[in-house]
């Protein structure tokens, strides 16, 4: 059991050892802070350029919090007193496990407060160029970084690559007796032989004689600006302000950068100092130093932190085309830039414009289907109006068609009883039965034609289908109403070249068909005319053409007339005698016989009807396959409407 208890303790010592030996395995579990001093305030410009590259490079687990060390620090001692007893503060209050500082003062302030503040804790700069504070830093323990260099060269190669013709190249710099002069002239000039390299330095100048200095710069020339910012008298101008100058003074000379901010107010680009991926880069060595991994004493001695950065709008106007940047080149104002910045804008115009057009399609759609709708009420509406006419119109019609022969009728009986009071013996005369027959024979016409009507309506007409010598038929039919044509005195005839023509027709209705039209052609004819009646076959048709030279119908009512109860509201028409029913028989006698019919006229020359059906031969089986012609009494009647 002793034994036991003694393997428990081991055990449980080697664990709580084996933590402490692997202090990252216990922080894991921690909240991990790091301070970044910074001379820039949360008011300038790139400051949160800085804290997204710190916080890119620092990933997710550490927390980045920010001191703020102002200019006038560096200058005034009561201050620097005051900021370090601060700093000692916040300390104090929180862990932190690593210093970033981002440039010249700063890193100056940390090395002279290392080992009284700052005391075992990593340091890690960004944003200075200075070799002597560099090599003092690094000889530190827990200190490193990466250097800020300028690609001078890099951006002189641009220049000769993009502007061929350029054998002038003036740099423009705040100081003379500055490092990166003092290198351009001793390092880079010497491999550009075939370049003229001239200097302005801004300190020495006012605003008004560096723009005499430029004005007269031609093609020729490009401009490189290092710190282009400080003038005489202590004048400051931002890199932005100095490149709208020197492109309003000269006429649009090449402006090439080494800085970032330059881009974006009338530079070209260059490979500049991209603070962004400088800060980037100090977050993954902070974090680097957080988990206890082996950190080197200076991360990046050269320019490799620096970005090719191009202006669109200006590298365009010196004919620079994006597939002549280098590769990983950083594009800015570029269309597609544009495009990102307003996709939000153009994706609300692209589902404004989608709405806006489906709203109009769909009120479009709901206009044209209101004005169809109206329309097919519309014509409902007057189809109603015209059926209504025609209803009254027949009922007059009727009226008229009724009361016309029973006065007729009624007459002649009255006249019978008057004289047949006066005479015991009096019989009715001849000329008076014939009257009475003649008004009996338009009544049943009328009669006749409405139960057709109704047989149409319920398609229960029965077709009393035989093969007949059709040619026989229409002859012996127009030769029947001859003395009907004869007492109007218009001439009748009947024209054809063929003798005989057998055909399965119902001849009852093929006979009404032809009366109808021959009393309509009689009817409707002007004196002393004619009508005409012609039959012939075409293509296995049988043709019958009956043609008047009466009174004519006008094109508007042409084609109503095979309606029911149509009768042209004309004064001559309305001398003679109808129900308006007649032609719409007529219609659906010819349709029965799978033919049509077709009208044509002109006003006051004349009409001509004209029949169509095709020719068919059945066999009946009935032992007499040709019908012989008998002569019905229906003639009488529908030619009724004409008196002798
Ligand atoms: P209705 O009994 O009135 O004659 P229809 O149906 O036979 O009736 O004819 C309809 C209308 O067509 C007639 O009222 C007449 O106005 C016109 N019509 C028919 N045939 C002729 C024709 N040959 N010449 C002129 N008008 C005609």
């Avoid at 910012?229 to 932005?240: G, H, R, T, V, Y």
């Avoid at 100095?242 to 000269?250: D, P």
Wanted: proline share 2%; glycine share 4%.
């Amino acid at each position: 059991m002793g034994e036991y208890l003694k393997k428990i303790v081991v055990i449980t010592f080697t664990i709580l050892i084996g933590m402490n030996l692997f202090p990252y395995e216990i922080y894991a579990s921690e909240k991990r802070n790091v301070l970044f001093i910074t001379t820039y305030s949360s008011c300038t410009s790139d400051f949160e350029k800085r804290i997204s590259g710190i916080k890119e490079g620092l990933e997710q687990g550490i927390d980045l919090h920010t001191k703020y060390f102002s200019e006038s620090i560096i200058e005034n001692k009561e201050e620097q007193k005051y900021f370090v007893d601060e700093l000692k503060n916040t300390l104090q209050e929180e862990r932190y496990d690593a210093i970033i500082v981002g440039d010249y003062y700063t890193l100056k302030f940390a090395i002279k407060n290392r080992d009284e503040i700052l005391k075992d804790l990593p340091i890690i700069f960004f944003g200075v160029s200075n070799n002597e504070i560099i090599e003092e830093a690094i000889s530190k323990d827990k200190i490193t970084g990466v250097k800020q260099a300028l690609s001078i060269e890099s951006t002189i190669n641009l220049i000769r690559k993009y502007h061929p013709f350029t054998n002038n190249i003036v740099v423009i710099n705040n100081y003379e007796d500055s490092k990166e002069i003092e290198a351009l002239k001793n390092e880079i000039i010497p491999k550009f032989k075939d370049i003229n390299f001239k200097f302005i330095y801004t300190s020495k100048l006012s605003e008004n004689e560096f723009k005499k200095k430029i004005k007269h710069l031609d093609e020729n020339n490009a401009i490189l600006t290092i710190y282009p910012n400080d003038f005489k008298n202590s004048n400051w101008i931002s890199d932005n302000d100095i490149n709208e100058l020197i492109n309003e003074t000269t006429n649009n000379i090449p402006i090439y950068n080494l800085v970032e901010e330059g881009i974006g107010s009338g530079s070209i680009g260059g490979k500049v100092v991209s603070i962004y991926s400088q800060c980037k880069k100090v977050g993954e060595i902070a974090r680097d130093f957080i988990e206890g991994k082996k950190v080197k004493p200076l991360y990046i001695s050269d320019n490799d932190a620096n970005k090719y950065m191009f202006d669109y709008i200006n590298m365009s106007k010196s004919q620079i085309k994006p597939n002549m940047l280098p590769e990983d080149s950083k594009l800015i104002n570029s269309p597609k830039d544009f495009i990102t910045l307003y996709k939000g804008v153009f994706i609300f115009i692209i589902l404004f414009v989608v709405a806006l057009i489906i709203v109009i399609i769909t009120l479009i759609r709901y206009l044209a289907y209101k004005k169809k709708h109206e329309e097919i009420l519309k014509k409902a509406m007057k189809e109603i109006e015209e059926i209504n006419k025609l209803k009254n119109h027949f009922i007059i019609n009727m009226n008229h068609e009724l009361k016309t022969p029973i006065t007729v009728i009624n007459s002649v009986m009255q006249l019978t009883k008057y004289v047949k009071k006066q005479d015991e013996k009096y019989f009715i005369s001849e000329k008076n039965i014939v009257l009475v027959e003649d008004n009996c024979q338009r009544l049943l016409k009328l009669v006749n034609n409405i139960i057709d009507l109704e047989k149409i309506d319920s398609q229960e007409i029965n077709l009393n289908m035989e093969n007949v010598n059709i040619v026989e038929v229409i002859e012996d039919t127009v030769l029947s109403v001859v003395p009907y044509a004869q007492a109007r005195n218009i001439d009748i005839t009947f024209d054809t070249k063929e003798e005989e023509i057998i055909m399965s027709v119902d001849k009852n209705k093929i006979e009404r068909v032809v009366l109808n039209l021959l009393s309509n052609g009689i009817k409707y004819s002007k004196e002393a005319g004619f009508v005409d009646v012609r039959v012939y076959v075409c293509e296995n048709n049988l043709h019958i053409v009956i043609e008047d030279d009466g009174i004519g119908i006008d094109d508007e009512n042409l084609n109503k007339i095979f309606d029911r109860f149509v009768r042209v509201d004309n004064s001559l028409a309305r001398t003679n005698e109808g129900s308006g029913i007649g032609l719409s028989i007529v219609k659906a006698f010819v349709d029965c016989h799978n033919g049509n019919i077709s009208a044509k006229s002109i006003k006051n020359v004349g009409t001509s009807f004209i029949i169509n059906i095709p020719i068919v031969i059945k066999n009946y089986n009935d032992g007499n396959d040709v019908k012989q012609i008998s002569t019905d009494n229906y003639i009488k009647q529908e030619l009724a409407d004409i008196y002798l």
